[in-house]
């Protein structure tokens, strides 16, 4: 294969990975970059998808072993995009990976350099949304790929300190010698034809929304908190429990939907799939234990996908869902430290409360941080709300607007996984085009 029948593909999350799959499978090369350490995204910390509640991880890891093992397919983990030039057909990429400090052709996974890290104090879990721990060495989680440790550089002491007992207990735990703190951040120049961004989204954090009580009231959090919780492989082994010192288990849920979006001094728009996931959660609460309550506090419902509103019906009928059009003033906790919920019952006009175990704000999905810099680097234009713009939502919907770089998924606009998955489809097939294209005019 030539440079320029090979397509960069920016974000290892679903969208990213059927793109790329999609153009292995048409005998294009293609090269995955993913900022984190392994591929998998945020549909990788879902315990269940709506609307089928069928296991997330379950779908995505045959998807994910599937990229990583296909001959067409380099994944570059750990990697960012630094610099672009040229045109379609022909475009000369810089990416710059940073070291991991353990050799990813050695190391197997096993967990020894994690169990064997010297730090005492250990550090909120980025996949588990900061509700469980870590330590300088660790596996980013269970289903990882490449299953591979990474060494924390801001965490590990003999990097920041230069000691680590008579000698770095990690490596010395290490059978296979894979740890290498000479590792070093390299810069790889790639030739390709076609670039997508797939790179996702991120969620809101909801601290200067006081009203809330977020980050100070220990039973209000977010949304993809509630999803580690309840995963059996998440911090709590899948149980829901108060997070205040009692630790009792949690009967009583409140979601309180928009919390940041359709916020014209926040994010205006609608994220598309909060309706759905706080309905989805209230399932999933009830299949745990069969006296859960749950409370859903909405604006509006909006069920537009195929079969979204059976499901919600579902939700009602099914699971014992209550759905109290409210948005509320203000949440405080009680001498028990249960959050309190103040609201205006919009249909009745009565002014009410209500006492729960655990508030689930379903806070504004947002762009992924930092693509605004790839915008910069890549020289394409970003939306008024900082998602990727493209030529025309209808006719043109996957191609920005540079030539020969294309975008899929969450980084377009707010979409489920369903829409983000045949979108990149429709990514991978326009990119493919141009590529055939230019290589036809030669």
Not at 196 to 221: H, K, Q, S
Not at 294 to 323: C, H, K, M, P
């Amino acid at each position: 294969m030539t440079g320029n029948k090979s397509v960069l593909v920016i974000g290892g999350g679903v969208a990213g990975i059927q793109a790329s799959l999609d153009l292995a499978e048409q005998d294009f090369k293609v090269y995955l970059v993913e900022k984190n350490s392994s591929i998998g995204g945020r549909m990788s910390q879902l315990d269940k998808t709506f609307p089928t509640n069928d296991c997330s991880i379950c779908i995505l890891a045959p998807k994910m072993l599937e990229c990583f093992g296909h001959e067409n397919i380099t994944v570059l983990s750990y990697a960012e995009l630094k610099e672009v030039s040229g045109e379609k057909g022909d475009f000369t990429v810089t990416v710059r990976k940073k070291p991991r400090y353990v050799d990813e052709e050695k190391c197997t996974g096993c967990s020894a350099c994690e169990d064997a890290c010297l730090l005492k104090d250990r550090f909120p879990d980025e996949f588990d949304m900061g509700l469980g721990k870590r330590g300088a060495a660790y596996l980013p989680f269970a289903q990882a790929v490449p299953r591979v440790a990474v060494i924390d550089e801001e965490r590990c002491i003999f990097i920041t300190k230069g000691k680590c007992g008579k000698a770095p207990a990690c490596k010395e735990a290490c059978e296979r010698d894979a740890i290498d703190f000479e590792q070093k951040e390299e810069e790889i120049v790639l030739h390709v034809g076609a670039i997508i961004f797939a790179t996702g989204l991120d969620a809101y954090e909801p601290y200067e929304i006081e009203e809330y009580g977020y980050g100070r009231i220990e039973n209000v959090i977010t949304g993809l908190q509630y999803e580690r919780m309840i995963n059996a492989g998440g911090p709590t082994g899948g149980h829901l429990v108060r997070l205040s010192s009692d630790g009792k288990p949690a009967k009583k849920l409140a979601f309180i939907l928009c919390v940041g979006s359709r916020d014209l001094k926040k994010y205006p728009y609608c994220s598309s799939v909060c309706c759905m996931y706080a309905t989805k959660s209230g399932m999933l609460a009830r299949e745990h234990e069969e006296d859960m309550e749950s409370f859903v506090f909405y604006t509006d419902l909006r069920a537009f996908g195929r079969g979204f509103q059976e499901y919600i019906e579902r939700g009602t009928e099914e699971y014992g869902i209550n759905y109290i059009r409210a948005r509320p003033a203000k949440i405080t906790a009680n001498v028990d430290k249960s959050p309190v919920i103040w609201y205006e019952d919009t249909q009745s006009g009565e002014l009410k409360r209500m006492e729960v175990d655990l508030v689930i704000l379903a806070t504004a999905l947002v762009p992924s941080k930092g693509v605004e810099e790839l915008a910069k680097v890549s020289g394409v234009e970003l939306d008024e709300y900082g998602f990727f713009k493209v030529k025309d939502p209808l006719y043109a919907p996957v191609d920005t607007t540079r030539e020969g770089i294309f975008v899929c998924g969450f980084a377009q606009s707010p979409k489920d996984i369903s829409d983000s998955v045949a979108q990149a489809s429709g990514a991978a097939g326009r990119a493919g085009e141009v590529i055939s294209i230019a290589l036809s005019s030669k």
